[in-house]
């Protein structure tokens, strides 16, 4: 059984940093992209960034290109998403999520996701 978990949201100031960590167990890393995504309220899901599990090769929204880092451990089965300068609309909860499909963005093509953790930045 695939298991997300995604760990490290909360409140933060404008300007301020986070760092969000995703736990993935009952997959082969090796096999899988793994990626950020996010929802804002009345928003649709977008992409932040997906990582390759060799972490060799990233693709981020413009949005936060610049600001976010993306990074993975295979040796711990988790990938991170530094997130630096946040801005009020980086406001949503973010989910982790992991796709059979080499360097994937759609978010409807991704195989597994976490259940998300809630980043929200005072402006």
């Known amino acids: 059984q695939v298991q997300l978990v995604e760990s490290g949201g909360g409140l933060v100031q404008a300007g301020g940093s986070l760092r969000l960590s995703c736990a993935a167990s009952?997959?082969?890393?090796?096999?899988?992209?793994m990626g950020w995504f996010r929802q804002a309220p009345g928003k649709e899901r977008e992409l932040v960034g997906v990582i390759s599990w060799s972490g060799i090769n990233t693709a981020c929204a413009d949005s936060v290109k610049g600001r976010f880092t993306i990074s993975i451990d295979n040796a711990k089965n988790t990938v991170y998403l530094q997130m630096n300068s946040l801005k009020s609309e980086d406001t949503a909860v973010y989910y982790c999520a992991a796709a059979r499909r080499y360097l994937n963005t759609d978010p409807d093509r991704m195989d597994y996701w976490g259940k998300g953790t809630q980043v929200t930045v005072s402006s």
């Open positions: 009952g997959l082969i890393f090796s096999g899988y992209t």
